[in-house]
């Protein structure tokens, strides 16, 4: 499996614009974690998935944000309009059922995209 | 909900020495600890986890012990080495719930 696959890697906007991120997670896998990275908040759970259905959004900063899982295999993370403040690391994370290979409960994260808002 | 606390934010110890990072968390309910590095402009990623009908547990170098009483856990690295130079994160968690991260301690190991 190729792992968890976000997109764009990185994001330079202007301040007003609409930005959307994507992610993938690993096949099999029914949880999906977003989470943005700063060095000021550390790695903060924004909103999570069980099973394509919102479970916690409570970490979603404002109205501005906002998450998808339409299927089991995408997930978008949009903010409308984009602010300077937003610029972050945005991290995906998935983790598959119960105890599976040995490793109960690890999340495995993407990449990331750097978001920049100018 | 949980509150994972996670000292010292900054940690430089010369090569080969050990390094102890130390966690606190909340909720009594928590039963799974993991441990995840990450270094510079990468992801992070799970390199020990705990859960909480053991108290210790230890993988080549690094081991975690868990205090369940007290609500403390730690990671432990022995013979520290400069690839161990990385951001680590503790986590406390419920199963099939989110897992809630520390702020962080980046490690520098010094030549």
């Known amino acids: 499996d190729a792992g968890v696959i976000q997109s764009p890697r990185h994001e330079v906007t202007e301040m007003g614009q609409e930005v959307t991120l994507r992610c993938k997670p690993i096949s099999g896998h029914d949880y999906l974690f977003w989470y943005r990275q700063t060095m000021m908040r550390g790695l903060e759970l924004l909103i999570y998935f069980n099973n394509n259905v919102p479970i916690d959004d409570s970490g979603m900063p404002e109205d501005r944000f906002s998450a998808k899982m339409p299927n089991a295999s995408f997930s978008t993370l949009k903010i409308q309009p984009s602010e300077p403040r937003d610029s972050a690391v945005y991290f995906c994370a998935s983790k598959g059922p119960g105890l599976a290979g040995g490793r109960y409960n690890e999340q495995f994260f993407g990449p990331g995209t750097r978001l920049t808002v100018l | 909900g949980e509150n994972v606390e996670q000292h010292p934010s900054t940690l430089s110890v010369q090569e080969g020495d050990s390094a102890v990072i130390k966690c606190t968390y909340s909720?009594?309910?928590?039963?799974?600890f993991p441990w995840y590095k990450q270094e510079l402009g990468k992801r992070p990623q799970l390199i020990i986890d705990i859960r909480s009908n053991v108290g210790e547990k230890k993988d080549q170098r690094i081991a975690v012990t868990l205090n369940k009483t007290a609500k403390h856990f730690s990671l432990h690295i022995t013979e520290t080495q400069p690839e161990d130079s990385a951001v680590y994160f503790c986590a406390a968690s419920k199963r099939d719930d989110k897992i809630i991260f520390g702020k962080g301690t980046r490690l520098h190991i010094l030549p």
């Open positions: 909720d009594s309910a928590s039963n799974y």
